[in-house]
């Protein structure tokens, strides 16, 4: 059977939607979980068709799909994927069914929203990485900030205010807020910049639009307003301020799908639009992006460090581990960008476990300050053993899957510029720093507070919502070849295109012709 005759693509993207459309006329909260449960088992399943239906080797676009929509304006329903977004559409689907595993119980008020949004959100993020029509795209790179802002506002930490203009708000609403007008700021140049290449080039497709001859001061601009919005969502140093205070208000399934795929629009718009749409200007901005990851590395960890909430200190690492990633997409050669488009997948992972295993800790003990922890292994050796294989996996233990990912962002990044390869391995001693800093406090030692006596294991529904993550870890870390398999061809074709433009890439300062 031909895979690529079916529109899998639109049925992985329309499927969420889709479900959650039917959603809103289910009557019972049982009823409403299994569906959306079943919705998103379903677009997982048709998602591995892609796995399946890959052919080895091939640099471009497959499963592509391309029908006219807007003809007078040129815009098209086109979708395709590489193996730069394979990896992310996959990403997506497996964590939408583990969030909706983990929230079974969880979400008590309100549950057909909850369930409405996160389907809603899938789909969105879904259409982000398969568009290839900067239409498209643009549409549901701001549908995913409708469900992200409801989700963080509605479910999330009740606990807190923030004082604004005389007027005393919650502190979920206020940092919804803080991420929605961040990412709209970004998004309005970016449209403006979309609308640019289309007057320029006449067209809105993305493949065509990489061949436009533009000039280094033009695409300078143009990178400032496509990289804007990508350096905010990622977020990039120092556009970052945003992210803690929405990963700390945001329920725990936000928090999860925020670290786990939203971050990641951020990286893989750069790798989609800026590298190969604004070659010279690319080069121009190496060295100062670079510059910026390596602050964000270091800064995410040391406030990671200090950190008294153990949700705060994830969310830091977050800041840290995504300078890694603009690290290596900016080494600009085939080791730094196929081990940042492994990482954006193993950050997903580790964090997106993190989260979750904060939020079951939560859950049991409505606390999550270091200092409320301690001697937890011995009240919780299933979690503890859990917990300690993914801080490891996020500090990057050779063996397990943030390892390969760190490695070959270093690989790449040292053979363009070697102090920021120092300065990129001095982070990794941060991670590990604050990671293993946060495993002694919540799990050795005597239990230090009499409520932690009573704290029960993981029951068998979060065992089975961890598993599948955990056996990542060793599947990316044992067998990485299964992966850059996919991901090298277009890596390498991104290099390729690159150098053809523009030759002698590197991260140092070139004086443009």
């Given at each position: 059977?031909?895979?690529s005759?079916?529109?899998?693509?639109?049925?992985?993207?329309?499927l969420?939607l889709?479900?959650?459309?039917v959603?809103?006329f289910l009557p019972g909260a049982k009823l409403?979980k299994w569906w959306?449960?079943?919705?998103?088992?379903a677009t997982?399943?048709?998602?591995c068709?892609?796995?399946i239906?890959?052919?080895?080797?091939?640099a471009?676009?497959?499963?592509?799909e391309r029908l006219p929509w807007?003809?007078q304006?040129?815009?098209q329903?086109?979708?395709?994927?590489?193996?730069?977004?394979?990896?992310?559409v996959?990403l997506?689907?497996?964590?939408?069914?583990?969030?909706?595993?983990f929230?079974?119980?969880?979400?008590?008020q309100?549950l057909?929203?909850?369930?409405f949004?996160?389907?809603?959100l899938?789909?969105?993020m879904?259409?982000?990485f398969a568009?290839l029509d900067?239409?498209?795209?643009y549409v549901?790179?701001?549908?995913t900030?409708?469900?992200?802002?409801f989700l963080i506002g509605?479910w999330?930490d009740?606990?807190?205010?923030?004082?604004f203009?005389?007027?005393?708000?919650?502190w979920r609403?206020?940092?919804?807020?803080?991420?929605?007008l961040?990412?709209m700021a970004?998004s309005?140049?970016m449209?403006?910049?979309?609308l640019?290449?289309?007057?320029r080039?006449g067209?809105?497709d993305?493949?065509e639009?990489?061949?436009?001859?533009?000039t280094?001061n033009l695409?300078t601009?143009?990178?400032?307003?496509?990289?804007?919005a990508f350096?905010i969502k990622?977020?990039l140093f120092?556009?970052?301020?945003?992210?803690?205070?929405?990963?700390?208000?945001?329920?725990?399934?936000?928090?999860v799908?925020l670290?786990?795929?939203?971050?990641k629009?951020?990286?893989?718009?750069f790798?989609?639009?800026c590298?190969?749409?604004?070659?010279?200007?690319?080069?121009m901005?190496v060295?100062?992006i670079?510059?910026l990851?390596?602050?964000?590395?270091?800064?995410?960890?040391l406030v990671a460090?200090?950190?008294k909430?153990?949700?705060?200190l994830?969310a830091?690492?977050s800041?840290?581990?995504l300078?890694?990633?603009?690290?290596?997409?900016?080494?600009?050669n085939v080791h730094g960008?196929?081990?940042a488009?492994?990482?954006?997948?193993?950050?997903?992972?580790s964090?997106?476990?993190?989260?979750?295993?904060?939020g079951?800790?939560?859950?049991r003990?409505?606390?999550?300050?270091?200092a409320d922890?301690?001697?937890?292994?011995?009240?919780?050796?299933?979690?503890g053993?859990?917990?300690?294989?993914?801080?490891?996996s996020?500090?990057?233990?050779?063996?397990?899957?943030?390892?390969v990912?760190?490695?070959n962002?270093?690989?790449g990044?040292?053979?363009a510029?070697?102090v920021?390869?120092?300065f990129g391995?001095v982070g990794i001693?941060?991670a590990?720093?604050?990671?293993l800093?946060?495993?002694r406090?919540?799990?050795?030692?005597?239990?230090?507070k009499?409520e932690?006596a009573?704290v029960?294991d993981l029951?068998w529904r979060?065992?089975?919502?961890?598993t599948p993550?955990i056996?990542l870890?060793f599947v990316?870390?044992?067998f990485?070849?299964l992966?850059?398999?996919k991901i090298?061809?277009?890596?390498?074709?991104?290099v390729?295109?690159l150098?053809q433009?523009?030759?002698?890439?590197?991260m140092?300062v070139?004086?443009l012709?």
């Amino acid at each position: 059977m031909n895979l690529s005759s079916i529109p899998l693509l639109s049925i992985i993207t329309f499927l969420p939607l889709a479900g959650a459309l039917v959603l809103i006329f289910l009557p019972g909260a049982k009823l409403q979980k299994w569906w959306a449960l079943g919705v998103s088992l379903a677009t997982f399943a048709v998602s591995c068709l892609l796995w399946i239906g890959w052919k080895a080797g091939e640099a471009g676009m497959q499963f592509v799909e391309r029908l006219p929509w807007v003809p007078q304006f040129k815009i098209q329903y086109f979708l395709g994927v590489d193996g730069l977004s394979l990896l992310l559409v996959l990403l997506t689907t497996l964590l939408t069914v583990l969030v909706l595993l983990f929230s079974w119980e969880g979400i008590a008020q309100r549950l057909k929203a909850y369930l409405f949004l996160m389907l809603m959100l899938e789909a969105g993020m879904i259409g982000v990485f398969a568009s290839l029509d900067l239409v498209i795209f643009y549409v549901f790179w701001e549908l995913t900030l409708i469900p992200m802002y409801f989700l963080i506002g509605g479910w999330g930490d009740p606990h807190g205010e923030y004082k604004f203009l005389g007027r005393v708000m919650p502190w979920r609403i206020y940092a919804a807020l803080k991420f929605f007008l961040y990412t709209m700021a970004g998004s309005a140049l970016m449209l403006v910049a979309i609308l640019f290449l289309y007057f320029r080039g006449g067209t809105f497709d993305l493949l065509e639009l990489q061949k436009l001859s533009l000039t280094p001061n033009l695409q300078t601009w143009l990178f400032v307003a496509f990289g804007l919005a990508f350096a905010i969502k990622v977020p990039l140093f120092p556009f970052h301020t945003w992210l803690p205070d929405a990963h700390v208000a945001s329920p725990t399934g936000g928090s999860v799908i925020l670290a786990g795929v939203l971050l990641k629009m951020g990286t893989y718009g750069f790798l989609r639009f800026c590298l190969p749409l604004f070659p010279a200007a690319t080069k121009m901005f190496v060295p100062w992006i670079a510059a910026l990851a390596i602050i964000g590395i270091l800064y995410g960890a040391l406030v990671a460090l200090v950190q008294k909430d153990v949700k705060s200190l994830v969310a830091y690492s977050s800041v840290a581990h995504l300078g890694y990633v603009m690290l290596g997409i900016f080494a600009l050669n085939v080791h730094g960008i196929a081990g940042a488009t492994l990482q954006m997948i193993n950050h997903g992972l580790s964090t997106g476990a993190l989260f979750l295993m904060v939020g079951m800790l939560y859950n049991r003990r409505h606390t999550r300050l270091l200092a409320d922890f301690g001697g937890l292994w011995k009240q919780i050796p299933l979690f503890g053993m859990l917990f300690i294989v993914v801080a490891l996996s996020s500090a990057g233990l050779p063996g397990l899957n943030g390892f390969v990912g760190e490695f070959n962002i270093l690989l790449g990044v040292f053979q363009a510029n070697k102090v920021f390869a120092v300065f990129g391995t001095v982070g990794i001693i941060l991670a590990a720093w604050y990671l293993l800093s946060a495993v002694r406090q919540m799990l050795h030692g005597p239990l230090t507070k009499p409520e932690n006596a009573t704290v029960k294991d993981l029951n068998w529904r979060e065992v089975l919502t961890l598993t599948p993550i955990i056996i990542l870890f060793f599947v990316i870390g044992l067998f990485p070849n299964l992966f850059f398999d996919k991901i090298n061809p277009s890596a390498e074709a991104v290099v390729q295109a690159l150098q053809q433009q523009r030759p002698a890439v590197s991260m140092v300062v070139d004086r443009l012709p």
